[in-house]
């Protein structure tokens, strides 16, 4: 029988250690009994002591998603709940973020209401592209906000005060985290649970990657644009009114049957650019 040393994360946050028998691995995660958060792996949790317990000593064996529920953990107790906030039940999650057509692509997290899920928990994502963990806890913060106030609040009055309370700064549509934001996370999240495990990846990083041979009869890849991204490649073709300029795109099938006439006063007949 194995002993190490686990550490009971309380309620409002307080710590205690005990000495446990077992295996290391199965104490993972972090919870309260009257404002439980739902592990990402309930199999892996053991009620060792009257709370969870999570052993400071994983830190480096935490998946990310294991990483990112302790952090809410304390995030709940240290900074939510000394504010006069109740963290609702929520599960969070690596993702990248859901985006209605046409909108930007500026987002790096997100938080959907209970109401719209099945279980009727708070979903939360951070974009994968974030790997710093200062930069990952204030996103994440961000999130239980909007988890705490209620979605449909956005960013106005209840969530700026949230915000404000628990140490965010900024503007409230992109909030950042304050110096006592980050000395908090430096001392409490990086001290126990080690840094975000999640590698920095993303355009521009494997682009001195060896080259692999491609398997005979493969198609030839893409050529990639300047910022790394494939070049675009259509079959639509471009055609231009010759006296107005405005243009258009029609496919080979189109064109060939006949080009349509333009808007503009001079009513000219598109022409193939």
């Not at 295996?23 to 309260?32: D, K, L």
Request: with cysteine.
């Amino acid at each position: 029988m194995n002993h190490y040393t686990a550490t009971t994360i309380a309620p409002n946050g307080s710590i205690r250690t005990a000495t446990m028998h077992g295996e290391r691995n199965t104490v993972i995660g972090v919870a309260y009994r009257d404002n439980p958060l739902i592990p990402y792996n309930p199999q892996r949790l053991l009620p060792l002591l009257p709370d969870l317990m999570h052993s400071p000593t994983m830190a480096g064996s935490l998946t990310r998603e294991e990483w990112l529920h302790a952090a809410a953990g304390l995030m709940t107790g240290d900074l939510f709940k000394p504010a006069g906030y109740v963290v609702p039940r929520l599960h969070v999650s690596v993702s990248f973020p859901w985006r209605p057509r046409g909108s930007g692509n500026s987002t790096i997290g997100q938080c959907f209401d209970a109401s719209v899920s099945a279980d009727g928990l708070c979903h939360l994502f951070i974009h994968p592209q974030l790997n710093d963990t200062s930069r990952v806890c204030d996103v994440l913060a961000h999130e239980i906000v909007h988890a705490v106030v209620g979605v449909a609040a956005g960013h106005k009055r209840p969530f700026a005060e949230c915000a404000t309370a628990i140490g965010l700064t900024g503007h409230m549509t992109a909030t950042v985290a304050s110096d006592s934001f980050k000395a908090w996370v430096s001392r409490r999240v990086v001290g126990l649970l080690g840094p975000y495990p999640h590698p920095k990846f993303g355009k521009g990083l494997t682009d001195d990657a060896p080259e692999v041979p491609l398997p005979p009869g493969a198609p030839a890849p893409r050529p990639k644009g300047p910022t790394g991204s494939p070049k675009q490649t259509t079959r639509l073709l471009k055609a231009t009114c010759p006296s107005c300029g405005y243009t258009v795109r029609v496919t080979k099938l189109w064109a060939d049957r006949g080009l349509p006439r333009c808007s503009c006063p001079d009513h000219k007949r598109f022409e193939l650019a």
